[in-house]
Structures are given as C-alpha cells and as structure tokens.
C-alpha cells in the first residue's frame, strides 16, 4: 500500500487545476489507494439540517443510502454513486457532524468521519473498508482533513459547493449578507466564537462578524431596521465600515461613529442598532459599545449573571449624531469558561402558535441546558434554531452569537 504521506500529496498536487465536480472521483481514488473500499464527501446544508453528498444530481434516482440506518454494509461507494442527502438528526453521519468525532458502524465497515475547518464544521466523510484499524482510521482523518481545505478552498467561487450546501432559492438581500458575513464558527485553544442566521434563506437587516488578530477577538452583531433589501445593504455597509475602521486601528466608538456617518450619508432611511465588542484573549477582558440592541447576557457556572452586561444603550447608528458624545464603552473581566450571548431582538420576539413569546429567560435557559449535556457552542447554537423553527414563528431575523473563553 503506498505511504500515507505520498497518497495524500500526489492528492494535493493533483486538485490545484480542477473544480469541484472534480474532487470526489480525487477523494475516492486516494481512499482505495489507502486502503479503504471508497470515500464520499458529504456537505452540511446552511442551516445544518442535513448532510448532501458532493456530486451532480443523477438523471435518475435509484435506491438511496438509509439515511437513517446506523449499520451500513461494506459496499464500496465512489462519486459516481447516487446518494441521497441524510437528516443530521438521527443518523450515524449526523451523530458524527453533531459531536465531531468519528462514528462506526457496528459491523466496522462503514465510519463517518467529521470534516471541520479550524473549528467549523463542514461536513463528513463516509468511508468503507472489510473493517477498520487504528492505523487505518488515522489515514481517514488525515483524508478527511485534506478534503476539507479542497472543498473550502473552491467553496468562494464554485457553484457546485453552494449548490450542493443550500435546499432552496435565496433572496437577493440574503444573498448579499452571506457574501458579507464570515464563517459560523472560528476559534482557538482560548476561545470560540460561533454565530446563526435565520431565516437563512430570506435574511433581510441582520449580520454578524467575528475575526482573530493580536490576541484579540473582534466582535460585532448588527440589526438594520426593515425587511428588505435595503436593510441588507444597509448592514452589509455598516460591516464595511466596521472591518475599515478597526484594521485602520480604530476604537469601538470609532467603528461605531464611522458606521453612523457612513449610514446617514449613503442610506439616510436605515438605522441599525448594534453591540460592537472585544475580548482580550490572554486576560478575559470584555469590552463592549451598545447602541439601541438588546444588551448582551453573561453566562457564569451555568447561570446568567443577573444585569451583569446591563447598561444604558447610546442611541442606534444611522441617525447622523455628528459631533454628539460618543457611545460609552463597558468592561468585565470574563472568567474561565464564561460564555457571552449577544442576539437580535428576532430571538426573543418568535411566538408560539397561542402567540406567547421566546423570550429571553427561554433563550438563556435554552443555551444552558444544551452546554450542560456537553455540547460545544455550535451545536448549542444549532440545537437552539431547530427548537425555534419547530416551535415558533419568526417574524423577523434571528441572529445568535456565542462566545465561549476557555483559556488551556
């Protein structure tokens, strides 16, 4: 059996020229070269409901994969096997994606294998074999991790990807917010990040950002007034003016000052509210502005520290303030393992079919049962928009961000 290391860079060398159409035949031929009796790539959808192979959709549709069946058979697999897309609830694939470990099946012929980006996940890969030793499951995260950075490096420009990871139509404004936003999840041996936008598909006034640079994470989540593709313009601004104004090496009150005259001079009709934020990494100093939003909530040994991160908001941006005080600054020293919940007021405001509220006690109870079972923060979070959706109607967008400060 060839070297590990040789498959797997003739694999690297042989994926700079092709698309994405081209790597699941690349992916399966270095499985069996490695042992295995095939490999397939499986893409979580964008709101992580489901778990679609990477290949065309086939002209016909022969018989699917169970996707909820746990013992899979040993029949070898290879891209050009039609496959139908898996429930990541109440499936080994999904149990998989859930909890970031690989699963087995229980005749060992069949595992699934997590495919995560740093600390975002992408999806699983399922693999087959006679049956699987340490040695050789090794080399199947080795593979997995490998197909992952080939799927996220054609992930901005191939149609493919997109397709395969959405289950409907997107409207224009959402599109224009997913081209803004970062990834869901980032994070560190320190810290982690992760936010949800809902409803993925018609996203119209809210955003997120979060990004890593000089032992600090940069935070920020907006809700520009209205439903339309104006709110989406006007938050997909505000995040321009954001990331300018703090890679120029401006303040929290300078980003928000920017935001305020950049709104009021291109989209005089939008205000935005806002919570801009960052944490020291190294001390678990958390500095924060609000303007207009709900504040944010601190979670400390499974309780919300009552009115910890209450404070007076400063007026939503968009107004053009001019030469008004600019937006207070707030400080706490966060302590290992608190988490900070920043949300829109979508979240709180989703209602029942009897019409009662989400709520905000119903959010932080939400978050903290889930991390007490031992999810991490993007499963949280997943957990949290699925009981949403099953249970309430939004009315307007929902977006959650949870930041966990777990220094090693």
Known sequence: MPNEDAVLSALLASSNRVTAADIPALIDEAGRKLGLSGA????????????????????????????????????????????????????????????QRTQRSRDDCTAWV??????????????????????????CAALSGLATLLVMAKS???????????SRTMTTQ??????????????????????????????????FDHSLG???LHLALLDAMGHDLASGGASAVALGASRATRRAGGTLADIATTIDTTLSEWIPD?????????????????????????PPLLIREGH??????????????????????????????????DRVLLYSDGVTEARTSDGSLFGEQRLADSVIRSMASGNAPPETLRRL?????????????ATIMLVRWHPH
């Not at 778990?51 to 746990?70: D, F, Q």
């Not at 869901?184 to 018609?202: F, H, K, M």
């Not at 806002?274 to 303007?291: E, K, M, P, S, Y």
């Open 174 to 207: 959402a599109e224009l917010l997913w081209a803004f936003v970062p990834p869901r999840t980032i994070g560190t041996d320190d810290v982690t990040s992760t936010a949800i936008l809902e409803p993925a598909y018609e996203a119209g006034g809210d955003a």
């Open 304 to 337: 919300v520290v009552p009115q910890a991160m209450e404070f007076p908001a400063h007026l939503p941006l968009g107004l053009g303030l001019g030469q008004a005080a600019a937006p207070d600054e707030h400080h706490i020293r966060l302590q290992p393992g």
């Open 214 to 216: 000089d032992g600090v």
């Open 40 to 99: 397939q790539v499986y893409l979580a959808d964008l709101q992580q409901a489901r778990l679609t192979p990477l290949v065309h959709p086939a002209p016909e549709t022969p018989s699917p994969i169970e996707p909820n069946e746990p013992n899979e058979t040993s029949k070898p697999i290879g891209p050009s096997e039609p496959s139908e897309p898996i429930q990541i609830e109440g499936s080994m694939a999904g149990l998989a994606y859930r909890t």
């Open 270 to 294: 939008r205000l935005l509210t806002a919570v801009i934020a960052r944490l020291d990494i190294a001390t678990g100093q958390f500095t924060w502005i609000n303007c207009g939003h709900p």
């Open 114 to 139: 997590p495919m995560i980006d740093g600390v975002e996940r992408v999806g699983v890969l399922r693999v087959t074999a006679p049956c699987f030793e340490d040695a050789l499951l090794e080399s």
């Open 385 to 397: 928009v699925r009981n949403l959706h099953e249970h309430h109607r939004l009315h307007d967008d």
């Open 156 to 166: 901005s420009h191939d149609e493919l990807v997109v397709d395969r990871t959405r």
